[in-house]
């Protein structure tokens, strides 16, 4: 009885730090008040983020992330760099994403060390497996996080992966109806912000880099490694050797275009040929057995009556 009151315990904690985390208003409303009211996007953002209360999970996190980062805090600047572009490839980009993130591997290794010690004490395991099942338990925890953050860059990468080709097509079609390449970027990212706002978000920093002073191969160079794909590396060296020998953007854009629907779809049908290697193991280990029962079942059972009659 006490194992589940000790589950039911966690899972109301869980939900009830979950609730507090959940955002108070989405993006739908904030741009419905934008509209009523005739503010600019800026504006509206500054507004709602001056008159937004934090919840309470995350000023306790932000009181908490000094004390718990200190365990795990990377000493070396190079090591944080790497972080901090880790993190950026998984589209956080803030300014205390890194603290946040270090501070959550020694909170959540922490929840798990007490969740598998009071296990092992509502279970009434020996000391040694009682301390056993919360070191496994503070050692998930602590490499919960390093897996969260590369299962969040790989889903991030793949959609904008997906989401290059259609965009280099709206990029020819805009470069070719006479705007340049800047002005191409930002109208892009705009049209392109509801279907692929990962890579629109992208396109619009570059504009943002480009609007700065930042030379556009430099600008062209971050998106490359924020995004931390081939493909962007190929687009970028296309668009910067097109420019530096003047042959014409648009027919780079649109081979690379073509090159990466080819590649998109060699790499579907390769998936595709992969599925009868992956269909064998499911067949052998649960769909031939059943079979085996169906049609050498009765013969089996006679054979036994046969033998046993003797």
């Known amino acids: ?77 190079e090591e944080m760099s790497k972080l901090r572009m880790k993190l950026a490839n998984a589209g956080f980009r803030g300014e205390g994403v890194a603290t946040t993130f270090l501070a959550s591997k020694t909170v959540v290794a922490i929840c798990l060390a007490i969740a598998g010690g009071a296990y092992a004490w509502a279970k009434g395991d020996p000391l040694l497996t009682g301390l056993g099942k919360t070191l496994l338990g503070a050692g998930i925890g602590f490499m919960a996080p390093n897996l969260w953050l590369r299962m969040a860059t790989g889903k991030r990468q793949d959609v904008i992966r997906k989401g290059l080709p259609d965009t280099l097509d709206m990029l020819v ?9 800047d002005a191409a970027f930002q109208r892009v990212g705009d049209e392109m912000r509801n279907v692929h706002p990962a890579l629109a978000e992208e396109l619009q920093l570059i504009t943002l880099e480009s609007q700065m002073g930042i030379p556009r191969a430099e600008a062209l160079n ?16 296309v668009v910067n050797q097109a420019e530096r020998f003047g042959t014409s953007i648009s027919s780079a854009l649109r081979r690379q275009s073509e090159a990466l629907r080819t590649k ?16 064998l193991l499911p067949l ?6 059943a079979i085996l029962v169906v049609l050498a079942g009765p013969a089996a059972l006679k054979m036994i009556d046969t033998l046993g009659a003797r």
């Open 1 to 77: 009885m006490t194992l589940y009151i000790t589950a039911v315990l966690l899972v109301v904690a869980i939900g009830m730090v979950t609730y507090s985390l959940w955002p108070k208003a989405s993006q739908d409303d904030e741009a419905i008040k934008r509209r009523m009211t005739g503010r600019s996007a800026q504006a509206a953002v500054a507004s709602v983020r001056q008159q937004a209360k934090e919840s309470v999970a995350k000023r306790v996190m932000q009181s908490v992330a000094p004390i718990a980062v200190r365990p795990v805090m990377v000493t070396s600047a």
């Open 173 to 181: 079609i805009s470069v070719e109806s006479g705007l340049g390449l």
């Open 222 to 237: 971050n998106f490359a490694v924020r995004t931390g794909i081939e493909e962007s590396r190929s687009l970028v060296g």
């Open 264 to 279: 998109r779809r060699q790499a579907a049908e390769e998936r595709a040929q992969k599925t009868t290697v992956k269909l």
């Open 284 to 289: 052998i280990m649960f769909i031939f057995p």
